[in-house]
């Protein structure tokens, strides 16, 4: 049985694109550096497990979306809910005696250490083909299908780390809506997992659906782009401003930016954006919504700064030149 225990929360196809030309990253901890092989960092042991929630527990979490109107998100009704049947049926084989064969045991385990890391490997294979295509020709014809691809990535990338995780599993904490549930930290954690998932489509779909802009940025100068393992930087979003920067390789960042349109405008945009949706992959994008620029040196350094302030434990980058630089 192939149980993956190591989930990689910044994708190993993202950093191995910092690869030098001995097909090593270099890894920083803040005071020392090392070379890597992509498959050896940004991983933690079952980061993305799924302990199964009693019957109360998934009752309490549907509600829970309703409240906040996530119930009608894909991600609930297509992966989320089918999640929430395999936990009752588990419960109920845990209420027979003598019911686990090895066959169950080991499903049970598959699934649970699985699903989540396989759920997303997926998603990576959509949003590959852009980034690296980008990354080849940072001046690349950007398509309608490309544009979601790479608000997918943004908020797929912005969401999955355990900072992030940890974040929303400590408001879950704190929240009194879940004192005398009787959770205990794996079933919690499991929870705050399954609601991020939800959680994490609504800020996708509702970028597209205000048009946000992508900015991408080439690199010119000698010094590269180093990233870290939480790779979203310069991050505000709230329910009125989201901005997040991301670099993509050591010599092209992408931005994700408010649009200058009017509301109306935007909403006439939308429109003609969902009647075309099957043929997204032919039409292209033009400005506002995806603008070229290029970075000098100064700008570069800077960048990588604010890359270092917002890492979480490591930073990662091709030359260690590159993290000279910002010393």
Not at 43 to 51: P, Q, V
Not at 147 to 159: G, K, N, P
Not at 216 to 233: A, E, G, K, L, Q
Not at 285 to 301: A, D, G, K, R
């Amino acid at each position: 049985m192939n149980l993956k225990r190591k989930h990689h929360f910044v994708s190993q196809f993202y950093l191995k694109s910092w690869y030098n030309n001995v097909k090593k990253i270099i890894v920083w901890d803040g005071d020392k550096t090392f070379p890597s092989l992509t498959k050896s960092i940004a991983y933690e042991k079952d980061l993305y497990k799924l302990t199964p929630l009693t019957s109360y527990q998934i009752s309490f979490f549907e509600e829970h979306l309703r409240q906040m109107s996530l119930d009608n998100t894909s991600t609930y009704n297509y992966v989320i809910r089918n999640i929430l049947v395999i936990h009752n049926g588990f419960n109920f084989l845990d209420t027979i005696e003598n019911n686990c064969s090895e066959e169950i045991v080991d499903l049970k385990k598959k699934f649970s250490f699985n699903f989540l890391e396989d759920k997303f490997a997926v998603e990576e294979a959509e949003f590959s083909k852009v980034i690296k295509k980008i990354i080849l020709k940072p001046k690349s014809k950007i398509f309608l299908y490309d544009y979601y691809a790479l608000i997918h990535f943004f908020v797929f990338q912005l969401f999955k780390t355990p900072r992030k995780i940890n974040r929303f599993l400590d408001v879950n904490q704190q929240s009194p809506i879940f004192k005398g549930l009787d959770f205990t930290q794996p079933e919690l954690r499991s929870y705050t997992l399954l609601f991020i998932q939800c959680l994490s489509e609504r800020a996708h779909t509702s970028l597209i659906s205000r048009l946000y802009s992508i900015k991408i940025y080439n690199n010119i100068s000698d010094i590269n782009f180093i990233t870290s393992d939480d790779p979203c930087f310069n991050q505000k979003f709230d329910e009125n401003e989201f901005f997040v920067q991301l670099p993509i390789s050591p010599k092209v960042m992408i931005e994700l930016v408010a649009n200058p349109y009017e509301e109306e405008y935007i909403k006439s945009m939308t429109a003609y954006f969902n009647f075309h949706k099957k043929e997204a992959d032919n039409i292209i994008l033009t400005e506002p919504l995806v603008t070229f620029h290029e970075l000098e040196q100064t700008e570069v350094i800077e960048l990588n700064k604010k890359i270092f302030e917002n890492k979480d434990r490591f930073v990662y980058a091709q030359t260690i030149s590159d993290i000279e630089s910002i010393n």
